[in-house]
């Protein structure tokens, strides 16, 4: 694992975007999974600047988000259908038949639904590269706490502090979701590398437990302490609660020097 800690939001999203355009660079065919929320727009800003001038081609490229609102149709303002087309896929040249977003219009057949999801990451080779946030309670996906760590894309019920983050965004109680489609843990780990981005003093806890704490379906990020490719871009708000981040500056530029491929 290795944990990079940086000034501010904007040097997060600046290094994640450096490290997603190197790996697009090396694997024009990569398979990326993608996140939505506040974090990765940052990230996604960056990526949409780089293809703009021309230094960065997604034509080859495959994505699958990780998760959806159960019961908003695509159009909703709110669904992550739209999050993505605003903020990424409509200003980059991803091909449409190439992004997969777990569908939140499904009304039956869930299981079969959710086991089609997994089918087509199979079938795209596994995803390559997998960008996370983490929630307040250590959610990754909307794998809310005690998730089984070994779970796979499935329907989730939205915790309350998971429903109350996002309430503010609906006009009303009964318009906020109440679950959700997500990839599960064990999927997202299935991945072959993953940057996990972080910013501000409320991911700080969870980012602490999801590093130093053991591995537990109480926090569902610390699973990732099981993956061999995960890196933390957090910013210094985020790392606040960590209690070695001298010993992961020393891991940094140990690996900056023997093992740099790591960071590119
Ligand atoms: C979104 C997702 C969630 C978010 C998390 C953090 O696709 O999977 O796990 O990454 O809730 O959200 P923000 O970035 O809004 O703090």
């Known amino acids: ?38 974090t990765p727009l940052g990230l996604y800003n960056e990526l949409i600047a780089l293809y703009r001038t021309g230094s960065l081609d997604f034509s080859n490229t495959t994505s699958f988000n990780l998760d959806e609102y159960l019961g908003l149709p695509h159009s909703h ?75 796979r894309t499935r329907l989730k019920a939205l915790s309350r502090e998971t429903i109350e983050d996002a309430r503010h965004l609906f006009a009303s109680d009964s318009e906020m979701p109440n679950c959700a489609i997500t990839m599960g843990i064990g999927t997202i780990l299935d991945s072959r590398r993953i940057l996990l981005l972080a910013s501000g003093r409320s991911k700080a806890a969870a980012v602490a437990k999801a590093i130093e704490g053991p591995i537990t379906s109480s926090v569902s990020a610390s699973a990732l302490q099981m993956h061999p490719d995960v890196t933390f871009i957090i910013d210094e708000e985020a790392a606040y609660s960590l209690t070695q981040r001298d010993y992961y500056r020393h891991v940094l530029e140990m690996t900056k020097i023997f093992t740099p491929e790591r960071l590119s």
């Open 1 to 38: 694992m290795l944990v990079v800690m940086k000034n501010d939001y904007q040097d997060v999203s600046r290094e994640a975007a450096r490290m997603v355009a190197a790996a697009v660079r090396s694997n024009p065919e990569i398979v990326l999974g993608l996140a939505t929320g506040n």
């Open 77 to 151: 303002p709110q669904s992550y259908h739209t999050f993505m087309d605003q903020n990424f896929f409509s200003h980059v040249n991803l091909p449409r038949q190439n992004i997969h977003i777990p569908d939140g219009t499904v009304t039956r057949d869930y299981e079969a639904y959710c086991a089609g999801y997994e089918a087509s990451i199979k079938a795209a080779g596994g995803i390559d590269l997998q960008i996370l946030g983490i929630g307040r309670n250590g959610h990754i996906g909307f794998n809310e706490p005690t998730s089984s760590l070994a779970s």
